[in-house]
């Protein structure tokens, strides 16, 4: 068990560098200046957990432990430091992305039930504290939520959700149901990049 | 009584469907995916009401039925299946809008006046519940806010607000008191629009 | 001590009405009307500390007092009348933007430090209640955040929550503590605008 909560931790390590980097580096391409890149890195860190605190009428998590701040100013620092490097590990951000994405989304799932919502609900939560730190991302940046045009991405977390509940209803137990749904938004991302999979996009009247 | 609340409920119903409408056609004229159209919808219909709760410091109302998800996503699918007689309905969306925009007022007016707030942050309330949601579609579209430029919007329900508040301060009987505030939105909006009406604009200097 | 508390809120009163010409200012420049002004106002004025009374979980601080609306609505009517002279009173409005940003500041970390936040989370605080309004002021204009790219302006309210901090853990007399947190960030920010100071740009890839 000890075992487990150190994989999940350095998993949402990873996750949270990789989304802070994400905002960092998209901060990087409108040349905003050191703090414009720290807030948009914490914008995707944890802009999405925090609307879901909001919402479930907690304190946010990231005020309880400094961890997330420091991660994000770590990210900084590397940006700058590797800013020529970063391309090459475009390959290492997308699946630290991904990991985060598949973690964050059962963090929120979690959260939610234990704060008495219903399914419906924790998965509408789960995508939220997944996803929506992007779309913060992109309009403080000015530009249109990259999430609702290019391939599948808030929809993979809807699919860790379903399954996640289908396996509780069935009993399963935690860890594999856990497993499961963090397998199935992993997958639903990767396929979804490595084929350009997008849902249909909406007819111009 | 009862025939009264099912008025409303159809009413509520048309509200919320035409403000999701109106998220998802703005989604479209930006080619956006159906998730993305989905979320423009949700934004309108229940972005004011969730702002005014969380600022009111209660849970936000569509975490306690799921009757506004679903009634976003039936919105979305009427858009992808009639996408090309939409326009034709035009009147039908304005109308259902105001209508909608008055009984949001009205409701974010009373929930707020049943949390303990004096009426001058009820009218205010009011007003975001009604109108902030698709201030939050226009951010998320990357276009500047449409009503702070365009026809009279929240400044009807400003007015049905202050109706309300007068009238309550008079000792009317609250279904006399809901009626006016009511139709006073849905006239000035219904005048601005059919005269173009519109709040002078500020000069630049 | 009744003299400090005077002084005190005539530079709360000339921050919040410094703070909301600026958003009805950028408002005019986009040619919204009288309303998108007001909101554009409201929003610099009282944006950030909304966002720190929703995250330490208690009620907005502009709904216990009108006095921020009418201060808003003191400065639309200002703008309105004196359009042509604004720009003369620049240095003025620099100024008590400057007082503004400041004063808010510290009333961010004292109010996170009554709501037995950590200092680290305080200083957060205290930047987002200065500098947050202008965020928003932005996003609904449709404008790249003008502080993630000019002169330092959030840095100040952050070094000013520093002294305030060091001064703490030293048991400096409150008064002393204030008034050099207050003036750190006053200097830094006259400073960074009289020398053109900014933080590093981040190297786009």
Redo the contacts between chains.
């Keep these: 068990m000890e075992y487990d909560i150190l994989v999940q931790q350095i998993i949402e390590f990873l996750g949270t560098f990789a989304f802070a980097i994400s905002g960092?580096?998209h901060?990087?391409?409108?040349?905003?200046?050191?703090?414009?890149?720290y807030?948009?890195g914490i914008a995707v860190a944890i802009g999405g957990g925090?609307i879901r605190d909001?919402?479930l009428?907690?304190?946010?998590f990231w005020?309880t432990n400094?961890i997330y701040?420091e991660c994000t100013a770590m990210a900084l620092l590397f940006?700058?430091v590797f800013?020529?490097h970063?391309?090459r590990l475009s390959n290492a951000w997308f699946a630290f992305d991904t990991l985060g994405l598949a973690l964050f989304n059962i963090a929120g799932i979690q959260k939610s039930i234990v704060f008495g919502?219903p399914f419906?609900?924790a998965i509408?939560m789960g995508c939220i504290t997944g996803a929506a730190g992007g779309?913060i991302r992109d309009?403080?940046?000015?530009?249109?939520?990259v999430?609702?045009?290019k391939e599948i991405y808030?929809?993979a977390a809807v699919a860790g959700g379903l399954a996640y509940w289908g396996l509780v209803v069935l009993n399963v137990p935690i860890e594999v149901t856990v497993f499961v749904s963090f397998a199935t938004t992993c997958l639903i991302r990767f396929m979804a990049v490595k084929y350009h999979l997008?849902?249909?996009?909406?007819?111009?009247?």
Excluded at 27 to 37: E, L, M, Q, V
Excluded at 139 to 145: D, F, K, R
Excluded at 198 to 205: A, D, F
């Design positions: 960092i580096r901060a990087a391409s409108k040349r905003f200046d050191w703090f414009g890149g807030v948009c925090t909001v919402m009428g907690t304190t946010p005020m400094p701040m940006v700058i800013a020529r970063l391309k919502q419906w609900v509408i779309v309009v403080l940046l000015n530009n249109e939520p999430i609702f045009r808030a929809i997008s849902l249909p996009k909406l007819k111009n009247e």
